[in-house]
Structures are given as C-alpha cells and as structure tokens.
Antibody
Framework: QVQLKESGPGLVQPSQTLSLTCTVA????????VHWVRQPPGKGLEWMGV???????RYNSALKSRLSISKDTSKSQVFLKMNSLQTEDTATYYC??????????????WGQGVMVTVSS | DIQMTQSPPSLSASLGETVSIECRAS??????LAWYQQKSGKSPQLLIY???SLQDGVPSRFSGSGSGTQYSLKISGMQPEDEGVYYC?????????FGGGTKLELK
C-alpha cells in the first residue's frame, strides 16, 4: 500500500530552521521522485522542490537560497530543511511522489500534510 | 516560469448540473497537465493526468480536454461529494506551477 507521511514540529520560531521528514511505504525512492508542496492557510498550492530518484534536486527559485531537500533511500525517508523562517512560511506542507521517467508523470499520491506555524 | 491562469475562482452548481473549469498556460505545455480535487482539510487527489486520462477510481463524470495552452475540466452531473477546490498543475517544465484554484460549491 502506497503511503507518504510528513512529520515535523508544528511550531517554529521566526528566523529558525524548519526540518520535515516524509516517510514513504509501498514503493522505492529509487523508482520515484518526491516533491514538496506547501499551502498557506486558505490559499493555493505552491511547489517547493523535488528530489529525483537519482538524488538530484531542483528548487523553486523563490525558495532556493533557503531550501534543501535530501533523502535516505535505505530508510525510505525524504528530508526538507528550510532556514530563516518567517510568518509567511506558515503553511501545511505536503510531500507527493511521481514516477521517475523520462518525461512527465503526475503526482499520484500525496501525504496527509503537516501544519507548520511560524510564531514566537 | 510557466504561469497557469485558472478560471473561474469560484463556482456554484446545482445537483446534476454540468460544470467546466478552465486553465490557460502562458506557453505550450504539450498536454502535460493534471487536475486535482482538494476537499476541506484533506490533501489533493489526482483526477485527470496528461490532460484527458482519468485516474483509476475516479468517477467517469469527470473528464479533461485541451491542448497547447488551453485546458478544461468538466464534471458532467454535479454531485454533493464534488464540492471542494480544484487545481490544475503543469508538468511540462520546472518549476511545477499550479493554477490558483476553483472553489466549487453545491447550490
């Protein structure tokens, strides 16, 4: 059964670093890419970045200087780290997968999301 | 970056009514487009991919069409469970970009 589950702190202080984990089951990170998407309360979806099955990464240019995505394939975990958090980073953070393929494949499974509030 | 302009921002439909939601891309995305439904408090669910392919388990009243820069999602016969927010997502280039969303409510 395919599953993705985000975990991490619900509250982060301004200027601090956010660390989130996406733990996957039912598929291998050697065959799938994992994306991070966030959604501020009451607003739309924003793509943040991807880690490909190869371990390569690509980031949203608006976040590139603050964002890092990595993974531990043996533990089926993908990690997001974002520094210098501000209140506008308050959002629900999702991880989602797509199949590694030369060309486009859709995000077919998403995690349940984790709400992160940036506040002192 | 490819801009995805989605319309309308909100929509109210009666039971059984057919509704359409549009997405226009700022450049040709070669049918590399998906539609998602997001219900309140839940994660997005894939409805349509490659512009017109129906995801397994999605009711056949949902359909997608389009090419080039213009795409649409049609719901043929609104049901109560179809309430939610709908998003398009282009997969042609990075960064991936979403439409702004369409909130669909039952009238």
């Amino acid at each position: 059964q395919v599953q993705l589950k985000e975990s991490g702190p619900g509250l982060v202080q301004p200027s601090q670093t956010l660390s989130l984990t996406c733990t996957v089951a039912g598929f291998s990170l050697t065959s799938y890419n994992v994306h991070w998407v966030r959604q501020p309360p009451g607003k739309g979806l924003e793509w943040m970045g991807v880690i490909w099955n190869t371990g390569g990464t690509r980031y949203n240019s608006a976040l590139k200087s603050r964002l890092s995505i990595s993974k531990d394939t043996s533990k089926s975990q993908v990690f997001l780290k974002m520094n210098s958090l501000q209140t506008e980073d308050t959002a629900t953070y999702y991880c989602a997968r797509d199949e590694a393929y030369y060309g486009y494949t859709p995000f077919d499974y998403w995690g349940q999301g984790v709400m992160v509030t940036v506040s002192s | 970056d490819i801009q995805m302009t989605q319309s309308p921002p909100s929509l109210s439909a009666s039971l059984g009514e057919t509704v359409s939601i549009e997405c226009r891309a700022s450049e040709d995305i070669y049918s590399n487009l998906a539609w998602y439904q997001q219900k309140s408090g839940k994660s997005p669910q894939l409805l349509i991919y490659y512009a017109s392919s129906l995801q397994d388990g999605v009711p056949s009243r949902f359909s997608g069409s389009g090419s080039g820069t213009q795409y649409s999602l049609k719901i043929s016969g609104m049901q109560p469970e179809d309430e939610g927010v709908y998003y398009c997502l282009q997969g042609s280039k990075y960064p991936r970009t979403f439409g702004g969303g369409t909130k669909l409510e039952l009238k």
